[in-house]
């Protein structure tokens, strides 16, 4: 009687979450391939019956329903009658032009999932599939990818420049530092703020190349000069600059590499000015938020010493060095981001 009522209590395991994460990659798969065929363009314009999408796209017919099938359940695409049309977050985010596309993102995945499928062999020996912190590397990863990124920092990097106080006027001549630069959506940010802002902006060779097309296309090139060197190797000129952006960079090095790097910032800064570090960080307890567990292991299989950190450690970091009020800055983004200040006098 008791182990029939027992029974009776106990909950019954189904296998579908396990299988929902077996084939987590092919709503991927689905998503690069409808990019790569440009299919939410195409749809951006107008309802489109699959007969039309297929010669758009240079497609068969039933292949192409299959896909569009597929859209459906993610919710990107919707089907009324005999057309199909994009769903509202599709025609933000996936229709090429737009400042808010995000169809660039989704190609480098192709990229990225080879080394999410060594972590095993990266656990096992200890080595990285490859290390994004090895400037040779980054350079021709990166390179290609940088302007693609844009869309994703940029939103984020305009809330923090109209609302982080800096300590000098908005209309006073302000020298801003972007390390690391890329396509410069954090210095694009601030230039846009203050309009006596001149930036300067360093980077690897090929990345500084896409990263000047794209500051001429926001019409900013007049207030960039642009440095191609390694940012850990560069000689930075002393107390030079009042503003320092470092966004989206330490994650990838070690944390040696990372105080040295700080350190000598923190030698170019002027007195009063301010150093700002964006990152994807964890929560205090380090047992979240989920995108911080997942670019951590990121950062496991493409770095070789590369990690994700706390705040609370960066803010240490800033502090040993001698910066004043290293705290957390809020903004409308999933990441705070960490500024400290320089004091006054020497």
Same mark, same amino acid.
């Given at each position: 009687?008791?182990?029939?009522?027992?029974?009776?209590k106990?909950?019954?395991?189904l296998?579908?979450?396990?299988?929902?994460?077996?084939?987590?990659?092919?709503?991927t798969?689905?998503?690069v391939?409808?990019?790569?065929?440009?299919?939410?363009?195409?749809?951006?314009?107008?309802?489109?019956?699959?007969?039309?999408?297929?010669?758009?796209?240079?497609?068969?017919?039933?292949?192409?329903?299959?896909?569009?099938?597929?859209?459906?359940?993610?919710?990107?695409?919707?089907?009324?009658?005999?057309?199909?049309?994009l769903?509202?977050?599709?025609?933000?985010? $996936?229709? @090429?032009g737009?400042?808010?596309?995000?169809?660039?993102?989704?190609?480098?995945?192709?990229?990225?999932?080879?080394?999410?499928?060594?972590?095993?062999?990266?656990?096992?020996?200890?080595?990285?599939?490859?290390?994004?912190?090895?400037?040779?590397?980054? @350079?021709?990863?990166?390179?290609?990818?940088?302007?693609?990124?844009f869309?994703?920092?940029?939103?984020?990097?305009?809330?923090?420049?109209?609302? $982080?106080?800096?300590?000098?006027?908005?209309?006073?001549?302000? +020298?801003v530092? #972007?390390?690391?630069?890329?396509?410069?959506?954090?210095?694009?940010?601030?230039?846009?703020?203050?309009?006596?802002?001149?930036?300067?902006? $360093? #980077?690897?060779?090929?990345?500084?190349?896409?990263?000047?097309?794209?500051?001429?296309?926001?019409?900013?090139e007049?207030?960039?000069?642009?440095?191609?060197?390694?940012?850990?190797?560069?000689?930075?000129?002393?107390?030079?600059?009042?503003?320092i952006?470092?966004?989206?960079?330490?994650?990838?090095?070690?944390?040696?590499?990372?105080?040295?790097?700080?350190?000598?910032?923190? +030698?170019?800064?002027?007195?009063?000015?301010?150093?700002?570090?964006?990152?994807?960080?964890?929560?205090?307890?380090?047992?979240?938020?989920?995108?911080?567990?997942?670019?951590?292991?990121?950062?496991?299989?493409?770095?070789?010493?590369?990690?994700?950190?706390?705040?609370?450690?960066?803010?240490?970091?800033?502090? @040993?060095?001698?910066?004043?009020?290293?705290?957390?800055?809020?903004?409308?983004?999933?990441?705070?981001?960490?500024?400290?200040h320089?004091?006054?006098?020497?």
């Amino acid at each position: 009687m008791t182990a029939s009522l027992s029974g009776h209590k106990e909950q019954k395991l189904l296998p579908q979450m396990i299988l929902d994460m077996n084939y987590a990659f092919a709503r991927t798969a689905m998503l690069v391939a409808s990019v790569r065929l440009r299919v939410f363009t195409h749809l951006a314009e107008k309802a489109l019956t699959s007969v039309e999408l297929a010669s758009l796209t240079g497609t068969h017919q039933e292949p192409l329903e299959r896909l569009l099938k597929g859209l459906e359940g993610l919710e990107l695409v919707k089907r009324e009658g005999d057309t199909y049309r994009l769903t509202p977050i599709a025609d933000l985010f $996936l229709v @090429e032009g737009k400042s808010s596309y995000l169809g660039g993102d989704t190609l480098a995945m192709v990229d990225y999932v080879p080394a999410w499928f060594e972590l095993d062999r990266t656990m096992r020996v200890a080595a990285p599939y490859r290390d994004l912190g090895d400037q040779t590397t980054a @350079e021709a990863f990166f390179a290609p990818r940088v302007v693609d990124l844009f869309p994703l920092v940029f939103p984020i990097a305009s809330r923090t420049a109209a609302d $982080l106080p800096l300590r000098r006027p908005k209309d006073a001549p302000l +020298q801003v530092l #972007d390390v690391g630069a890329g396509s410069g959506p954090w210095s694009a940010a601030f230039a846009m703020q203050y309009p006596n802002a001149y930036v300067t902006a $360093l #980077d690897l060779s090929e990345v500084v190349a896409e990263g000047k097309q794209h500051i001429l296309a926001q019409g900013l090139e007049h207030r960039y000069t642009w440095i191609e060197a390694d940012m850990e190797t560069f000689a930075f000129p002393p107390l030079a600059y009042d503003l320092i952006l470092c966004g989206h960079i330490y994650r990838f090095i070690g944390d040696e590499r990372a105080k040295a790097l700080l350190t000598r910032l923190m +030698q170019s800064l002027r007195p009063g000015g301010t150093l700002l570090v964006a990152d994807v960080f964890y929560s205090d307890d380090r047992n979240g938020p989920p995108p911080a567990i997942t670019l951590d292991l990121s950062m496991l299989v493409n770095t070789a010493q590369g990690r994700i950190r706390t705040v609370g450690e960066i803010v240490h970091w800033l502090t @040993e060095i001698g910066l004043q009020d290293a705290q957390r800055f809020h903004v409308a983004g999933p990441f705070p981001v960490v500024v400290a200040h320089k004091g006054e006098s020497l």
